[in-house]
């Protein structure tokens, strides 16, 4: 009876915020993701686990288009973002960038001061009518990253002047100035030290009031202490996806226990 309530809730149109259909990537000849279909929810935290080179980053880039900045790189299938087809050729890759933003791996600050960072998207999307309005964005995304209080007295300093880990949550904090509704991690904490990983740990439960996180991570710990859904990804394939408890401990597939145990990866 129970699980019978858990799957009328799992199907519920309205949590969807991501839907996506026979998804397929080929580099070339490589066929990277093969045939993926998942529901991605609204203001949840997902985890893609999978070991390496099993297609979690590209499947990740194909939720912003960011396969299409990739020559060889051919994407097929239909994914949805509340219920709008993010691959219509009246879709422009770049509004869509702002509303499915990203973090990569490395921090990537622009060369520019903290403030430019910031405002760079709320600028060239036309956000704010004057510099007050810019700067209580600015302000209000650097507090939303959890690192206004360590740059408020020098945001006219260089954002590369700053540790890995302000890097990173300064980068989140670009990433969410333009007011995204999905914020894509692409192992947003592999080069930070556990400090800094738990600061941006803490900010990844935080946006998930707000937002549809998609995390891709290598650390199972990670995927277990951030997400409440979990996709693990082999060869291409997705094999299981479900609450991030029961795919802890009680996975269905045998690959999918055989990777959590150690055992591939
Ligand atoms: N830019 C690219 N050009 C060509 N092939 C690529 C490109 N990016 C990924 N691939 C190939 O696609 C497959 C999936 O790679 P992908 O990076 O998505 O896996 P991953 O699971 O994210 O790996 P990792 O955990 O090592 O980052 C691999 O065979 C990889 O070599």
């Known amino acids: 009876m129970n699980d019978m309530r858990i799957l009328e809730r799992d199907v519920d149109a309205n949590e969807i915020k991501i839907a996506a259909r026979g998804v397929q990537v080929w580099y070339g000849d490589n066929h990277a993701i093969k045939d993926v279909d998942v529901d991605i929810q609204d203001r949840t935290v997902t985890a893609f686990i999978g070991p390496s080179g099993c297609g979690k980053s590209t499947f990740l880039r194909c939720l912003n288009r960011m396969n299409d900045t990739i020559d060889v790189a051919r994407v097929e299938g239909d994914i949805r973002i ?3 087809d993010i691959y219509d050729a009246r879709v422009d890759p770049v509004q869509l960038r702002a509303k499915v933003g990203m973090v990569f791996q490395k921090p990537n600050p622009f ?13 060239i999307h036309g956000m704010a009518s004057g510099k007050a309005e810019l ?15 360590e740059v408020k007295d020098r945001l006219t300093a260089p954002g590369t002047g700053l540790s890995g880990g302000q890097q990173q949550r300064l980068c989140i904090a670009r990433a969410v100035a333009t007011e995204p509704e999905v914020l894509l991690m692409d192992e947003p904490c592999s080069a930070l030290d556990p400090i800094a ?17 998609v995390i891709v991570t290598h650390s199972m710990q990670q995927a277990a202490r951030v997400s409440q859904k979990t996709a693990f ?4 394939n997705l094999v299981e996806y479900g609450e991030t408890g029961h795919i ?14 150690g055992r591939i990866g």
């Not at 060369?111 to 600028?123: C, E, F, L, Q, T």
């Not at 990804?233 to 291409?236: C, N, S, V």
């Not at 802890?248 to 145990?261: A, G, H, Q, V």
């Open 111 to 123: 060369p520019k001061s903290i403030y430019d960072n910031v405002a760079y998207g709320p600028r």
């Open 197 to 213: 990983t738990a600061q941006v740990e803490e900010l990844i439960d935080e946006l998930r009031r707000n937002y549809s996180v």
């Open 82 to 84: 509340d219920g709008e």
């Open 233 to 236: 990804f082999h060869l291409g």
């Open 248 to 261: 802890f401990t009680n996975p269905e597939d045998p690959r999918t226990e055989s990777y959590i145990t």
């Open 135 to 149: 700067d209580g964005i600015v302000e209000q995304a650097l507090k939303r990253a959890a690192i206004w209080e």
